[in-house]
């Protein structure tokens, strides 16, 4: 029990650190997320048979990318694009070399649930745009966006959550973060204090993204 | 004036080719207010929604004010749009912007500055009763306060032409009486022209100057209002007009008639100033027949008396033909009943 509590004051420094490591894995990629994955989804929706920019093989294509990367699970992901990450960052270990794979997993899951959120838009509410005389482009952001922004925010959420859960497994194999430490001290150096309270930090994590997800979504939506 | 010419509309659908629209022609005046009914399937969505373009015909013209639409390209006819109000059976608002946000919208669209499209907005807001509501969303309005919302938002661009699809079949009765009463005003004020497409006959009595009766992508009667409820052609026709008037003798007062009393069964239809005349009493001194009347009903369709009775005519056989060539020659409209 005495060791239980030192080991706890001892790592303090070490949780911490490890904390804002994951964080900073979760918080970049989950930028590439936003920038590379909802644009994604939106080409991926507005080319759809009977959507406003109709276009059979971009959608094939876009919509084969979203299942593709979907498919690959992460920890296959993370070991095949090493060479990739290496050209990029300049090395495989570390944080930075980390967000490369977390993004490549993110953006196609959040192309998929931006495609979802806008395929839930009643095509009434696009069809009166177009009616008024609206373009493609004013209808993306006139009408796509504003009214799917709640259920984008909760994928947001979703996809944040994945990715805390895809750094821990980056960790793993030297990628820093929360889940660097539970392998490195909690399961190779026996240390269950540092073993749970790593998970107590990652669950309180999740919680936290959850509730303010939550609200935020909540603030954007007016349809009840 | 909006002229469709040869319109027409295929497309393929699991059960094979479907003729939605089949070579259509029709001319709306300017300020008309324009009704098409027909049973579902008849194809009025589909040309309504080709009147703007939402769905593309297969061949034809439709000529607004001079310009072809189909003819127009992308950039023009989203400009030509903007000068065609449309609203929906479900309102289609956008439901993150408030009333006043969705009013304002159309604006935005055709790029009016922010100052303006306020001030217009407002103005439209108040123009359909619905000043209190300007700064709620639309998940907090009822049904017909959406639909003034999307009225008021089909109007924000000063259109020549609304079209209304099936706006106010989601309607209760009451808030239908009002939003009709509402696009009559803005008509009158507006001198806008409305086409609207229904599949309920009281929408087409209570506002509509003419009417075309739609079936299988055909218009297979057409004329106003009055006409065609004096003298419906078509067996569609005369059965929306008996789902808001109705003038079907109950059979078995017809079945009794036939047997006891060997006369002629004769309907008559009165519009306007003849409801006044009494008519019926110049028979009855001047041709020595009886008149029994078994079925009387006044209405008013828009301001115009429209009035029906079924006559029981006995007497000798030429009295009743000369009695009814009387009533045909006072203009009203007579029909023999020989199977009701």
Do not use: W
């Amino acid at each position: 029990m005495f060791n239980f509590i030192t080991d706890l004051a001892r790592y303090n420094d070490l949780m911490i650190s490890g904390s804002l490591e994951t964080l900073y894995m979760v918080a970049m990629s989950l930028f590439f997320a936003i920038v590379g994955g909802i644009p994604l989804g939106i080409l991926t929706t507005i080319t759809r048979q009977g959507h406003i920019l109709p276009n059979k093989p971009l959608n094939f294509i876009l919509d084969g990318i979203i299942n593709i990367g979907r498919s690959i699970p992460f920890i296959i992901l993370m070991v095949a694009v090493i060479p990739f990450t290496r050209m990029i960052v300049g090395t495989s270990i570390g944080t930075n070399a980390a967000v490369v794979p977390l993004s490549l997993a993110a953006i196609p899951f959040m192309g998929r649930v931006t495609d979802n959120a806008i395929l839930e838009i009643d095509q009434g509410v696009v069809e009166s745009a177009q009616s008024m005389g609206a373009s493609p482009l004013q209808i993306v952001f006139k009408v796509l966006l504003p009214e799917s922004l709640p259920a984008i925010i909760l994928g947001l959420t979703l996809t944040a959550i994945s990715l805390v859960s895809y750094s821990a497994m980056a960790g793993a194999v030297g990628g820093g973060g929360l889940g660097d430490i539970a392998i490195r001290y909690g399961y190779q150096r026996f240390q269950l204090a540092i073993m749970l309270e790593t998970i107590v930090i990652l669950v309180v994590m999740v919680q936290l993204i959850q509730f303010f997800g939550n609200q935020i979504a909540s603030f954007f939506d007016h349809r009840a | 004036m909006i002229k469709i010419e040869n319109l027409t509309k295929h497309y393929h659908a699991a059960q094979g080719k479907v003729e939605a629209i089949n070579g259509l022609n029709l001319e709306v005046a300017d300020g008309e207010i324009f009704g098409m009914i027909g049973p579902s399937g008849a194809g009025k969505s589909t040309l309504i929604r080709m009147l703007n373009l939402l769905e593309e015909p297969t061949s034809g013209t439709i000529n607004i004010n001079g310009t072809d639409l189909t003819e127009l390209s992308s950039q023009n006819l989203r400009a030509a749009r903007q000068k065609i109000g449309m609203i929906f059976q479900h309102f289609n608002l956008l439901s993150s912007r408030t009333v006043l946000g969705n009013v304002a919208f159309p604006l935005e669209i055709a790029g009016v500055g922010k100052k303006k499209r306020r001030q217009k907005a407002k103005e439209l807001i108040e123009l359909v009763g619905l000043e209190d509501r300007a700064d709620h969303y639309p998940a907090q309005l009822s049904g017909g306060q959406k639909q003034r919302v999307g009225i008021a938002r089909a109007l924000a661009n000063d259109p020549d032409l609304l079209l209304s699809d099936e706006a106010t079949s989601s309607l209760d009765p009451e808030s239908t009486k009002s939003v009709l009463e509402l696009l009559g005003r803005i008509r009158d004020e507006m001198n806008l022209t409305i086409i609207l497409i229904t599949h309920e006959m009281g929408v087409i009595k209570d506002i509509c100057d003419r009417v075309a009766v739609l079936e299988a992508g055909e218009i297979i009667e057409e004329g106003s209002i009055i006409d065609i409820f004096s003298k419906p052609q078509k067996a569609l026709t005369k059965k929306f007009i008996s789902s808001v008037i109705d003038f079907d003798l109950p059979e078995r007062i017809v079945k009794y008639v036939r047997k006891e009393r060997p006369g002629e069964l004769i309907r008559v239809s009165f519009v306007g100033e003849k409801t006044h005349d009494p008519y019926i009493s110049d028979l009855v001194k001047h041709y020595s027949v009886d008149a029994n009347i078994l079925y009387g009903n006044i209405d008013e369709i828009q301001g115009v008396p429209f009035g029906t009775l079924v006559l029981d005519l006995e007497g000798q056989l030429t009295n009743i033909e000369e009695s009814i060539a009387y009533l045909k020659s006072q203009d009203l409209r007579v029909e023999v009943l020989d199977n009701v």
